[in-house]
């Protein structure tokens, strides 16, 4: 299957980097390379771009739309929890720009074997990078019932987490749960008709929290903002879009840190902690899909961009 994703926020991202023609830019999430090919037509031949992804294919698609830049694009397969230390290894020390899109590509979703989705039947994968051997398969079966209610309950905020971890831990008893299908059906039997019959798809909350769980999406990405802000030169921007309320959280709290992390209290005259911000939250308010952009891609419905500003 061809790689396809929908570069949520394309033009709102770019534009926010400002992409100086003889910079060097960063994406951590490069995807199919949608935000990459935008930032590579900016360039000058003096300007350079890396992209980053744990997704095989990915790589491999990025690479292909890349191909008329190929003497200014270097693409890494890796983590961007990383990225400082592949950077590094290439000479590079700062950069003008990084750009994070957090969210699951189309393709992901769309490969059914990929175990993704919820919608089609497949094993149960979910694995951004396919070089890991744990699986959503080792999760499902694995966890105990406590640690699969509190994954569901603070990854998926489902409120039938705990209702949710009990059915699976039954429904195993009997023999592995193996695919995605199978899964779905549990969950389907924890979750009251009336409520199933007032939401949306009754797994899409338990899904998010294992693919979460699984690949640490949360863990990997509040341990590594700090450092992507300290790779910027100054007047270099950090871009991020995120899909759901824990990930937009993490990127809202780690950038007002960062623009004021002293920790006096508010009464003292002035500042004896000795932390000094690093820069300014360029985005007050997370931008947001244009009705255009939603009509386009449902998908974008719960995308925000959060911008930072090294100084």
């Not at 992409?19 to 900016?42: F, M, N, Q, S, W």
């Not at 450092?227 to 993490?250: A, N, Q, W, Y």
Request: aromatic share 6%; with cysteine; charged share 30%.
């Amino acid at each position: 299957m061809e790689f396809r994703h929908y570069s949520v926020l394309l033009q709102e991202t770019v534009d926010q980097l400002v992409v100086c023609p003889e910079g060097i830019y960063v994406d951590g999430t490069v995807g199919g390379g949608g935000h990459a090919l935008e930032v590579c037509k900016r360039l000058s031949r003096e300007g350079h771009f890396y992209g980053i992804d744990q997704d095989g294919e990915a790589i491999g698609a990025a690479g292909k739309r890349l191909t008329d830049f190929r003497e200014q694009v270097t693409l890494i397969r890796s983590n961007y929890s990383r990225m400082t230390e592949e950077l590094r290894e290439r000479g590079v020390e700062a950069v003008d720009g990084i750009i994070l899109d957090l969210g699951v590509s189309s393709h992901q979703l769309d490969e059914a074997e990929r175990g993704f989705t919820y919608r089609e039947d497949a094993v149960l994968d979910m694995r951004m990078d396919q070089r890991q051997e744990k699986t959503a398969r080792d999760i499902v079966n694995g966890y105990s019932e406590l640690e699969l209610y509190r994954m569901i309950r603070d990854y998926g905020e489902d409120k039938f987490a705990k209702n949710i971890a009990k059915h699976i831990v039954q429904a195993r008893k009997n023999r592995p749960i193996e695919t995605t299908q199978e899964l779905v059906e549990v969950i389907k039997t924890a979750i009251p008709m009336k409520i199933r019959m007032q939401k949306g798809h009754p797994a899409k909350q338990t899904f998010q929290a294992i693919r979460i769980e699984l690949n640490r999406e949360l863990e990997v990405l509040k341990d590594s903002l700090d450092g992507m802000i300290g790779l910027l030169k100054p007047g270099g921007r950090i871009c991020v879009i995120t899909f759901h309320s824990l990930e937009d959280r993490i990127v809202k709290n780690i950038f007002r840190q960062n623009e004021n992390p002293c920790t006096c209290p508010r009464d003292f005259p002035v500042c004896v902690c000795g932390k000094v911000s690093r820069g300014r939250v360029v985005t007050r308010k997370p931008i947001i899909p244009t009705d255009k952009e939603l009509e386009e891609n449902s998908r974008s419905k719960s995308a925000k961009l959060r911008v930072f500003e090294r100084k």
